[in-house]
């Protein structure tokens, strides 16, 4: 987590807690709400630039020579709303792999359409028939899962399975 998302967390802590000490129960479930769903995308960022760098390390081992490089704070367009998260980036030759997964984190920001937590790129850099855009969701009774949205309007979970044919299409000679 970094220093900001940490200073975040604290101050949303301290939100609720007033809250709850001036008697604004609705404020307090509000902030409440507010902190678990951040929770719930910083885990699903987490998992989706973890199994792309594991898999791309995986990769090295057997002889790829991927470059990794991880950035944080990184501002990304979906629509008309503007997403605050992680920038993952695979080099590999002349080729180009970015995965960058956030949310908007402010008001200006706009909002995710489709009912999601967060959104995702997955650009195959050249290459755009190989691209995904992902969307997070929660069904009801169910864990958080990234939405591959396809451009027939079909959603298909993302699993690590995908993950992994993304980058062997990316290492593809």
């Known amino acids: 987590m970094s220093e900001l998302e940490q200073q975040w967390t604290n101050a949303l802590a301290e939100a609720e807690r007033r809250a709850r000490a ?22 699903a960022v987490d998992w989706l630039m973890t199994t792309f760098s594991e898999l791309a390390a995986d990769g090295n081992r057997n002889g790829a020579s991927l470059q990794i490089e991880q950035f944080g704070e990184h501002r990304f367009r979906i629509g008309h709303a503007t997403m605050v998260g992680r920038l993952l980036t695979l080099r590999f030759g002349a080729r180009l792999l970015q995965v960058e997964a956030g949310w908007p984190r402010t008001a200006p920001d706009g909002f995710i359409r489709g009912g999601g937590f967060a959104c995702a790129h997955i650009r195959h850099v050249g290459r755009p028939n190989l691209n995904d855009e992902l969307l997070l969701i929660q069904p009801p009774g169910n864990s958080p899962q990234w939405q591959i949205l396809k451009k027939t309007g079909e959603r298909v979970e993302l699993t690590s399975e995908r993950i992994g044919i993304h980058l062997a299409e990316f290492l593809k000679t």
Not at 22 to 43: C, F, H, K, P, W
């Open 22 to 43: 001036m008697g604004r129960q609705d404020i307090a479930e509000y902030v409440a709400l507010r902190s678990a769903n951040d929770r719930v995308r910083r885990t």
